[in-house]
Each structure stands twice: as C-alpha cells, then as structure tokens.
C-alpha cells in the first residue's frame, strides 16, 4: 500500500445561542437518551478544554461538533476508533444513538414547528478518489448527509463549494468557514455539520425598556452595554450559589438557559458544572414571575479544535505516519493512510428583544394556570440581573440535548460593531 500523508479536513459550522427547557420535559425520553447523554457530556468536556482569557465569551454548538466527529469515526478503525468514541461518550450499541440522533434531528426540523432550525451534514470527496462504499453510504443513510465529488486541486473552487453550502445552511450568518488556504495537495475529502436557528421570545422585550447600564467583568473592571428589561413567567430556580432561569421561544419546544453565580465567580462555579448537575437544576426549576434584566448581545468565535480534542483523549486522529502508532482511518478509504489535518468550529448568535438567531439552536415556554385563593398572597418577584459574567447554553426541550453553549464575560465585546 502506497504510505503519504493524507489530511481529512473536518469542519464543524455552529451558530450560538442562550437556551431554554422545559422543567417536566429535563427527563430524556428514553428512545433519545443515550445520543442526549453522551453529546451533553461532550458539551461540558468541550467547554473546559476551549481556550479562553479574562475577558473572553465563549460561543460553540457542541450538538455541531459532536456530530461531525460522529461521522469522521464511521471511517476510524481500532485504537483510533476507540479513543474517539471514549471522547464522544458514545453507547456501546451504535444502533440506538444513530436512532436517537435521526429522532432528535427530525424534531428540530419539523415544518409545524413555530421556531426555525436547520440541521445539515455533509461529505466532499476528492474526485476519483477510491471510497470505501459503506462510508459514504452511511454518511447518507444514518446522518442525511449530502455526498459530492470535488477537485480540491482546484483550492479557491473548493472552498467557494464548501463556503456557499456553510451559508446557505446558516442562512448567510456564517458566510466563510475556510478559505483556499486551508486547501492543499494532500487534501482528500472533508465533513462538514451545520446548525441554524432562529426563535421569536414567547414574552418579548420592550425596546423602549432598554437601556445602558453598567456590566461588572470583573470585581475592578465595569463597561456600559444596552440592557433588556421585563417581568415575565419563566422556568426559575436558585440557591445560596447561583440563580437559574430558561427563557421560553415560541413554540414551547427550545428555549434559552442562563447560570448566574451569586458573586463574581462565575469561572470558579462552571468548573462545578457538569451535565448530570444541569439536568438536576433543571428537574428544580418550576414555573415563576421573574424579574429579567440581561444583555443584548452578538457573539462570533473561531476555534480549532485540535488541542481541545487531543487534551480529550483523541489525539492519534491527528497522528500520521511515520509515527507510531498513527491514525487508522481504513474505514474510508484502504488507498491511503488518512489523518484529520483541521477541525475547525465557528459560531455566531444574536440576542435582541425579538428574540435569538444563530447557526444552530433549541428552545421551551410555560406558564402558571388556574386562579389563586382569596386569601392568597404573592410571593416577592426574585429579581434576576445578569449584570454580571454569566453561563448560557440552548436546548431541545423534549430531550435535553444541548445545541449550543458558552459564557458572556465581556458584552462590550460581543456588540455589533
């Protein structure tokens, strides 16, 4: 067998956005509990690998990400295969979270579905190239993915391909995600998975409501941002640490989730975070009348992901040959020794009073019903002021499957400029 260096450029679109879930809905159906299970561990593994400073927001889709490794490890073999489907927390029998992944993909894109989400995937080869059959077979069948040949000899005619089909499934926010650069002679074939969303609040702000107020960074530092501001029924939950609140889109079925620590702590409370504590938090949270002052913000990020993945326990994905032992992708292609040369991740999201759009999404909505007693007295209305850095995520609200996720710590730096 011919040996060269080959480079598998994997390439994960996203979109972010803050997210929402429905308290009675935090239990996973079980048809969908072992994609849900494993892609939101990934989340918050992912999120505590992401590089990040003082003043940094974090923005990603580990739905996206999670996804498109999915596919790349069809194609992995042996200690390559197992160290990725380790990383990705995947179920010992595939069949059950491709059918879970298919089931929660189609509920995200029904066409009665009030909030606009896209979920696409797909697979460039090089022309002539000698596929293993099975691969892009699955690629199509258990992702829905489109499958095309390319001249990647051809580099700008490559990356103008791959960046119209990035633009098109994000509805033109994510209009480049690599350029010709990224393209060389070794290239052989890429994948790709994109995610869109775009949700009009249940309850939305006021514009006239609006207005500039000061964000704590930090204990020292402050800066002046537009704020939201309404009072509104939504999921709600706190104790001594922390204050939780889901803001429901229309439809009822995603919503956006925010943490706000107490103090100014928010990098020492997420480290405490992980996926089980989440979906605990969201077992807690009951229907409330609450208080919401948060920013208005745009968010853009651009991450490779190779670090992050090798410090997951995945790092003979980007081994080649000679070294050993190396990437063992036979499961593509038996031509050549295959290896992933990039990953790279780019979000965006907008959050007005309207609503959320970013390129990929989930959402959730409800209300208290029936008339209180005569002698009932209201409660105090808990006043939730993300005046402060704080956590969001988005979520499918049946299954809990986190879309997208991150933190704001600086929204002067997250304005359009």
Known sequence: ????????????????????VAADAAESPADSKSFV????????????KLPRKDDDNILFSPF????????????????????????????????????SLSECSARLQREDAKARVCVANALWIQKGYPLN????????????????????????????IVNAWASKQTDGKIPQVI?????????RLI????????????SKFDPKATHDADFRITKERK????????????????????QCVEIPYEGGELAMGIFLPRKDNLMEFEKSLDAKKLAAWRKRMDSHTVSLLMPRCHMETDYEMIPCLKDLGMPLAFTSPPLSPHADFSGISKAEELMVARVIHKAVMDV????????????????????????????????FRADHPFLFWIVESKSGCILFMGRVQNPSSAEKK
């Open 223 to 242: 800066v002046t941002v537009p704020f939201m501001r309404k009072t509104t029924a939504v999921y709600y939950a706190e104790d001594n640490q922390a």
């Open 191 to 202: 994948l790709a998975n994109a995610i869109y969303f775009k949700g009009l609040w249940v």
């Open 1 to 20: 067998m011919f040996r060269v260096f080959m480079r598998n450029l994997v390439v994960s679109f996203g979109v972010a956005i803050p997210l929402l």
């Open 37 to 48: 299970d494993a892609s939101n561990q990934f989340a918050f593994d992912l999120y505590s």
């Open 64 to 99: 996206s990400v999670w996804s498109a490794l999915a596919m790349l490890n069809e194609g992995a073999k042996g200690a390559t295969a197992k160290e990725i489907s380790t990383t990705l927390h995947l179920p010992t029998e595939a069949g059950s979270w491709k059918q």
């Open 179 to 187: 350029s010709a650069a990224d393209i060389d002679v070794l290239t």
């Open 133 to 160: 059959p099975g691969f892009d077979a699955v690629i199509r069948k258990s992702f829905g993915g489109q499958v095309e040949s390319v001249d990647f000899g051809k580099a700008d005619a490559a990356a103008k």
């Open 352 to 383: 007005d009073e309207g609503g959320t759009e970013a390129a990929a999404v989930t959402v959730i909505l409800m209300e208290a019903g029936g008339a209180p007693p005569k002698d009932y007295k209201p409660p105090p209305i808990p006043e």
